[in-house]
């Protein structure tokens, strides 16, 4: 049955989805990593493939929007109505630390976040969203083995790009936070509520510390070493 976001079949997905927020980095990373390539959803141009790795694992990449509203709704669907136990978020964050250079790759072992995604668990208290400790380990050892640099740690989950207060960011980083994306905590709070597995997955794409940004020819090569990581990753969680 497709659900209200996702027009898939049954079926159509592997056990695990990898994640970018963009639809056209979905169909970028399906078309260049996988063989075999079935394009499952398009609701909305979020769209979903599934195809075969080149050690021949079936694996899911579906897009997740922006910010957590977005990729609580995909997610959701996913573990709930399409059988998926593994969904690994990759994207762009910004850097919160001096030795956190541009291009480095961060895992998120936990989010914190700005928003109040967590209260409608009302536990009168801060519930500390988590990755799956499993999937978090299979990240740290192929990001490892590609050379990469690589940093595990805490990132925040923000519901505001723009900020109205330039300098906020300087308190989390202050508690060690490694930098800024705008959807993990939904994803883990999801993963936690469904029982199944998850992970964030980050290229540092600016730098709140050193003022850097990305040039596109390193944006290009962040991105292939993000799919390459998450792909290994998820090749461990597949079928
Ligand atoms: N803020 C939020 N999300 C991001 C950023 C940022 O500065 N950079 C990349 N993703």
Same mark, same amino acid.
């Given at each position: ?92 964050? @910004? %850097? ?7 291009? $480095?790759?961060? &895992? #998120? ?5 700005? !928003? ?7 536990? @009168? %208290? ?7 400790? $499993?999937?978090? &380990? #299979? ?5 490892? !083995? ?21 300098? #906020? ?28 597995? #998850? ?41």
């Amino acid at each position: 049955m497709p659900t209200p976001h996702i027009n898939a079949k049954q079926g159509d997905f592997a056990k695990v989805v990898l994640m970018p927020g963009d639809p056209l980095r979905a169909k970028w990373i399906a078309e260049t990593f996988l063989s075999d390539v079935v394009l499952v959803t398009t609701v909305r141009n979020v769209f979903g493939y599934t195809g075969t790795t080149k050690n021949g694992k079936r694996i899911s990449v579906m897009a997740s929007g922006m910010g957590m509203p977005s990729i609580g709704i995909y997610s959701h669907e996913l573990y709930e109505e399409y059988g998926v136990e593994t969904i690994i978020r990759i994207g762009t964050c @910004g %850097g919160y630390q001096q030795g956190i250079r541009v291009g $480095d790759i961060i &895992l #998120a072992e936990g989010a914190c976040t700005d !928003s109040n995604w967590s209260e409608q668990f009302a536990l @009168g %208290g801060t519930y500390s969203a988590v990755a799956s400790f $499993d999937v978090l &380990l #299979a990240a740290h050892e192929a990001a490892k !083995s590609l050379g990469k640099n690589v940093h595990v740690g805490n990132v925040l989950s923000a519901d505001v790009f723009y900020d109205y207060d330039k300098t #906020a960011w300087k308190k989390w980083a202050d508690l060690g936070v490694l930098g800024v994306e705008m959807e993990t905590y939904a994803l883990y709070c999801n993963a936690a509520v469904s029982k199944k597995r #998850a992970l964030g997955l980050f290229t540092v794409s600016d730098s709140f510390v050193a003022k850097e940004i990305m040039t596109s020819e390193e944006r290009q090569t962040g991105l292939v070493a993000m799919a390459e990581i998450g792909i290994a990753t998820a090749e461990r969680f597949a079928e």
